[in-house]
């Protein structure tokens, strides 16, 4: 059987190993992506239902996050 020489064979496996490392890499990133967009939805739960709290508390505002000062929001008829 005929066979590619040493060098050359180094070189495949050296390039494959390489491309099963970025494989995976990925997979981590995606894995850790997908963890975070579901810190992100469970923050934003956190903050809806805070918000719902101080609408509440002060009714419809708007708050300037800088310095805790807030508008009161009208409806317009």
Same mark, same amino acid.
């Given at each position: 059987m005929a066979k590619i020489t040493e060098e050359q064979l180094e070189k495949i496996v050296k390039q494959n190993k390489e491309l099963e490392e970025v494989v995976i890499e990925i997979g981590v990133l995606e894995s850790? %992506?997908?963890a975070l967009l579901h810190k992100v939805s469970d923050v934003n %739960?956190?903050?809806e239902d !805070? %918000?719902?709290e101080l609408e509440?508390? !002060?009714g %419809?505002?708007?708050i300037d996050l800088s310095t805790g000062e807030y508008t009161e929001i009208?409806?317009?008829e």
């Open positions: 850790r %992506k997908h %739960k956190v903050l !805070y %918000k719902q509440q508390e !002060y %419809k505002i708007s009208t409806e317009e």
